[in-house]
């Protein structure tokens, strides 16, 4: 192999989920975190954004339907990473999640973003985090990265969101 390294402004552009119900699925990601439908496909997918893009998750019972879910120690999708833009956003997802009574799994600080963990309908993990301005992530003295995990200060964030 070559040393190829991908370009910098590469992201990734979506999840696409099996999912189970494709009904719970939606009121997890668009009744609870207020993601928007943007297409669906009969009652077996669905096409969900932020902000009018084309999709940011897919979600569908292709091969799925009434499946249960994956056992927690097989390979597969850790979780879903959901980047807010601001910590004040952070903020008020946490607090809606709260006043919904929703199992959150972890919140951590890792220095460079604050987030917190959740399972959706299916049992898949999903993150809900920001970053911190990269001026503001931890270094060592030569000036590397050094990412940790701590508690997240809840109460704190909490603040934000009145």
């Known amino acids: 192999m070559d040393?190829?390294?991908i370009p910098a402004q590469t992201r990734i552009?979506?999840?696409?989920?099996?999912?189970?119900?494709?009904?719970?699925?939606?009121?997890?990601?668009?009744?609870?975190?207020?993601?928007?439908?943007?297409?669906?496909?009969?009652?077996?997918?669905?096409?969900?954004?932020?902000?009018?893009y084309h999709h940011?998750?897919?979600l569908n019972t292709w091969h799925s339907k009434g499946a249960s879910p994956a056992?927690?120690?097989?390979?597969?999708?850790?979780?879903?990473?959901i980047l807010y833009p601001e910590r004040k956003d952070?903020?008020?997802i946490l607090q809606r999640?709260?006043?919904?009574?929703?199992?959150i799994t972890?919140?951590?600080d890792h220095g460079v973003s604050e987030a917190i963990y959740l399972d959706d309908p299916d049992k898949n993990g999903?993150?809900?985090?920001?970053?911190?301005?990269?001026e503001d992530w931890p270094l060592d003295a030569d000036g590397k990265l050094t990412m940790y995990t701590r508690g997240l200060d809840a109460k704190g964030l909490l603040a934000l969101a009145k």
């Open 3 to 5: 040393n190829y390294i």
């Open 13 to 52: 552009g979506h999840v696409h989920l099996k999912v189970s119900d494709l009904q719970k699925s939606l009121d997890f990601y668009c009744g609870l975190l207020g993601f928007e439908i943007m297409t669906t496909y009969g009652d077996q997918a669905a096409f969900i954004s932020a902000g009018g």
């Open 56 to 58: 940011h998750i897919g």
């Open 71 to 81: 056992p927690e120690y097989a390979p597969g999708l850790y979780h879903t990473a």
């Open 90 to 92: 952070l903020a008020v």
């Open 97 to 103: 999640l709260i006043d919904a009574k929703y199992p």
């Open 106 to 108: 972890g919140a951590s």
């Open 126 to 134: 999903v993150e809900l985090y920001w970053d911190r301005p990269k």
